[in-house]
């Protein structure tokens, strides 16, 4: 599977919503999500976030992004098509230590 991991936080350009074709998205305030019971690891979603958020779950030390993707995409909406990202989503991308300081 692939994973979204941190560096979506605060950025959530959803241009990998437009593209996955099994919509395995799920949107949380901050950050999206993929199913892992639903990506079918096609791999298209990888190159199209602009914050290079998306990383197979083969890479290591991601077991904490693919725990967190199954538990929220358990509970958040599933979203199906792009919308506008934050007004500041540019000023967050890259930007280190994001989970700790935003998630919740
Ligand atoms: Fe969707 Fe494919 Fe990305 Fe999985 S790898 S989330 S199926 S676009
Ligand atoms: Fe997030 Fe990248 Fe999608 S920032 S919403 S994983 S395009």
């Known amino acids: 599977t692939y994973v979204v991991t941190e560096d979506c936080i605060k950025c959530k350009y959803t241009d990998c919503v437009e593209v996955c074709p099994v919509d395995c ?11 892992p019971s639903e990506c079918i690891d096609c791999g298209v979603c990888e190159p199209e ?20 993707n199954t538990q929220y995409s358990a509970q958040w909406p599933n979203i199906t098509s792009q919308k506008a990202p934050p ?18």
């Open 25 to 35: 998205f799920y949107e949380g305030e901050n950050m999206l999500v993929i199913n």
């Open 49 to 68: 976030c602009p914050a290079e958020a998306i990383l197979p779950d083969t890479e290591d030390g991601l077991e904490k992004w693919l725990e967190l």
């Open 87 to 104: 007004e500041d989503a540019d000023a967050h991308k890259g930007e280190k230590g994001k989970f700790e300081k935003y998630f919740s």
